[in-house]
């Protein structure tokens, strides 16, 4: 379905009984909704509605060009209108890394709209910061950053020999079958430029303004993520004034829905169950 919101239109794959209590899932980097599509069969069972969009940059509508529209405040005001457009007060919200960092913003933001949390490998924004600023691990992880700042130059990289590169970096969502799934929708004409202006448009500032979160809340973190290390994932708890929890995966990788939808599923339900 496509949805209208703040003057762009979204695709947004919908699902579960039209009378259950709304889950709004938002994806990361470089995936689209069908992220999620390991999760929500568990999710429509337990007699929830799942609204999963792609997000801004990914759905060829909502797709401007200015680096600038990709900032923070831009993508939460995006998931507070897409609710709005979808008749929703407030949800169960669930984001996966850069889904994440949307996720939290809106929590923070507008909690009123925010029934439960469940944030995905990426954890508070405050937390990243804290573990950037602290952890010598956490600096090198995040050192592929550096390059995807970089315009035309992340582009040639990524993109080359078929995306050779950007299918090694999406190896760990499954077979050579899912990770086309991802690498070949950013290979359309300026669609990986949009997806990394989330990378560009990133501030220090549009970070830091992110506060603390009021909602019941769960972080999932999986011990085998490149890109998020121990100290980052344990910093997120000073971050959270509502109920949280930390959930640990074992020997899975960053691409949580796509490596662990099972667990996933079961700490998303445990967390909304808790909130109903």
């Known amino acids: 379905m496509q949805v209208e919101a703040r003057g762009l239109t979204f695709e947004v794959r919908a699902g579960g009984p039209a009378e259950g209590e709304t889950v709004l899932l938002l994806h990361g980097f470089p995936q689209h909704a069908g992220e999620w599509d390991g999760v929500t069969p568990a999710l429509h069972a337990a007699g929830l509605r799942t609204y999963a969009p792609d997000q801004r940059g990914y759905s060829p509508l909502a797709r401007p060009e200015a680096v600038g529209a ?135 500032a549009d970070l830091a303004a992110v506060g603390p979160v009021p909602v019941p809340t769960t972080f999932v973190w999986s011990d085998r993520d490149v890109a998020i290390g121990r100290a980052a994932a344990e910093a997120c708890a000073a971050h959270v004034t509502g109920d949280y929890r930390l959930v640990t995966l074992a020997g899975v990788s960053h691409w949580i829905p796509d490596a662990a939808p099972g667990p996933l599923a079961e700490a998303i339900l445990a967390r909304t169950g808790d909130g109903r």
């Open 70 to 204: 990709y900032r923070i405040p831009e993508l939460v005001a995006d998931a507070a209108a897409l609710l709005d457009a979808l008749g929703v007060t407030a949800a169960h919200v669930v984001g996966h890394d850069w889904g994440a960092i949307v996720a939290w913003g809106l929590a923070a933001a507008h909690p009123d709209r925010v029934r439960t949390l469940t944030a995905v490998s990426v954890p508070h924004p405050a937390a990243m910061a804290h573990a950037l600023a602290t952890d010598t691990e956490q600096k090198a992880r995040s050192s592929y950053i550096a390059l995807f700042r970089r315009p035309g130059k992340a582009e040639k990289v990524l993109l080359a020999l078929r995306a050779a590169a950007l299918r090694k970096l999406l190896g760990g969502v499954g077979d050579a079958t899912r990770v086309a799934r991802y690498a070949d929708p950013m290979r359309a004409p300026g669609a990986l430029t949009a997806a990394l202006n989330w990378y560009r448009a990133m501030s220090r």
